[in-house]
């Protein structure tokens, strides 16, 4: 189970165009997904627990859908 996609990890993938992450609880990292301009769909249909960094979506598609569980308790992590 992945827990953690950690900072710029697909970071210029611009064939990019989704990903499912199954995990109960999952962390985004800064600028995860920068400069993936294909991206348009994460799922997270099992977490329970979410924390993205504010800017784990920087220079993405302005359409981006998002996944997840009616009770999913997301946390925006905003770093000073």
């Not at 997904?33 to 920087?58: G, R």
């Amino acid at each position: 189970n992945i827990k953690y996609i950690s900072s710029s990890v697909f970071n210029l993938c611009d064939r990019l165009i989704s990903v499912e992450i199954l995990s109960s609880s999952i962390s985004i990292g800064s600028n995860c997904f920068t400069d993936c301009f294909s991206f348009c769909l994460i799922s997270l249909p099992n977490a329970e627990s979410i924390n993205i960094d504010q800017k784990a979506f920087h220079k993405v598609s302005k359409k981006i859908s998002l996944f997840i569980c009616n009770n999913a308790k997301i946390n925006i992590v905003r770093k000073k």
